[in-house]
């Protein structure tokens, strides 16, 4: 398997959570509420799923051994566009993150800014997946040999491995507080 693989797999998990969120838009607009319940575990998904553990495979071993390599000047433009892309996706979770909390707390108001961010993230994530799948990702493998390939595909597996283990200690270390 290429280092891709697992990468462009965990994309399509990520379509599926927006298709759940595109959902729960049609949702709010019929019943003029939002699903707390739904809306922490996407946020959850998106912190812990889409940016640790997939924005942390790409940019912590993908990108960071393609920094090391003498790109074209147009997949050095788009990883930079990835990464700034990748601080824009934060900002929107984390935006969604407080509409959600102040709108639990009976601020009947975020919701639209609930509808908001969540219509960023929405819009955001199919064109930046789409970059990645069908304009980074083939072309990049020409950069890295067979042996780095795998070597890498190595490294995506023990990065994977650690993260339950991150999150369950974050859990307890705030239980704790
Ligand atoms: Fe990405
Ligand atoms: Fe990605």
Same mark, same amino acid.
């Given at each position: 398997m290429k280092p891709i693989g697992p990468l462009m797999r965990e994309h399509r998990l990520i379509e599926r959570m927006l298709a759940a969120l595109d959902e729960e838009l049609k949702r709010i607009n019929e019943r003029? +509420? /939002?699903n707390i319940e739904l809306l922490t575990v996407a946020v959850d998904f998106f912190r812990i $799923? /889409?940016? =640790?553990?997939h924005h942390g495979k790409e940019e912590d071993i993908l990108f960071r051994d393609l920094a090391k390599k003498k790109l074209a000047p147009e997949h050095n433009k788009i990883m930079n566009e990835l990464v700034a892309e990748h601080v824009y996706a934060r900002g929107a979770v984390s935006a969604l993150v407080d509409a959600k909390n102040n709108y639990k707390e009976?601020? =009947? +108001?975020s919701l639209k800014d609930i509808v908001k961010y969540v219509k960023e993230l929405v819009g955001f994530y199919p064109v930046h997946i789409e970059k990645e799948d069908e304009h980074f990702f083939y072309p990049i %493998? +020409? $950069? %890295?040999?067979k042996k780095e390939q795998d070597d890498m595909l190595v490294e995506f597996w023990e990065f994977d491995r650690m993260l339950i283990h991150e999150k369950y200690q974050k859990i307890v270390e705030e239980l704790e507080r």
């Open positions: 003029d +509420e /939002a $799923y /889409a940016d =640790r553990t009976g601020n =009947r +108001e %493998l +020409e $950069y %890295l040999s």
